[in-house]
T-cell receptor
């Protein structure tokens, strides 16, 4: 079964709105939580990542919020733009491990 | 800047046929990976190679084999293709000397088994 559970499967947001994607994990050994962005016909690319020693990380309009006690983390896309329309994957890995465990993905559609 | 290059981009196979997916990276990365992407399943790791000369199974290795030919190249072989292997396959690489570093993905191979 998937070690990282991601929701929702898809969402539609108006231009300028906020997109929120949530992920939850069970393995407390995970200590690296990246988000990948994938456009149609392309491979995923790293968007932003966080480690559990901080509760929030912001890069431009993208923010990761991390709740270690709840074993949850989320991606917020502020002021969503049509160019943000893509599939977003959360992922997690353990210290000392090379492998990423991915969530199922969320397709975000931003309507102009 | 080529990054991670996969060939072919598209392939149609008949059930029982074999084929090899090729992957090469030019970033001098130590670690390489093969994932498959299916709707609603995210990306699942098939095999990985932490460093040249080593390979290990991931989550879904059955029906596949891999070869780390050298530091640059990591191939995935389907010996006897099955319809369940219809998927989009991604090769990725990462620096690998320090764990938890960015993984760079190729553009994918869309494989259909009929």
């Amino acid at each position: 079964q998937q070690q990282v559970k991601q929701s929702p499967q898809s969402l539609i947001v108006q231009k300028g709105g906020i997109s929120i994607i949530n992920c939850a994990y069970e393995n407390t050994a995970f200590d690296y939580f990246p988000w990948y962005q994938q456009f149609p016909g392309k491979g995923p690319a790293l968007l932003i990542a966080i480690r559990p020693d901080v509760s929030e990380k912001k890069e431009g309009r993208f923010t990761i919020s991390f709740n270690k006690s709840a074993k949850q983390f989320s991606l917020h896309i502020m002021d969503s733009q049509p160019g943000d329309s893509a599939t977003y994957f959360c992922a997690a890995s353990k210290n000392g491990d090379y492998k990423l465990s991915f969530g199922a993905g969320t397709t975000v559609t931003v309507r102009a | 800047n080529a990054g991670v290059t996969q060939t072919p981009k598209f392939q149609v196979l008949k059930t029982g046929q074999s084929m090899t997916l090729q992957c090469a990276q030019d970033m001098n990365h130590n670690s390489m990976y093969w994932y498959r992407q299916d709707p609603g399943m995210g990306l699942r790791l098939i095999y990985y190679s932490a460093s040249e000369g080593t390979t290990d199974k991931g989550e879904v290795p059955n029906g596949y084999n891999v070869s780390r030919l050298n530091k640059r190249e990591f191939s995935l072989r389907l010996e006897s293709a099955a319809p369940s292997q219809t998927s989009v396959y991604f090769c990725a690489s990462s620096e690998g000397r320090q764990v938890n570093t960015e993984a760079f993905f190729g553009q994918g191979t869309r494989l259909t088994v009929v």
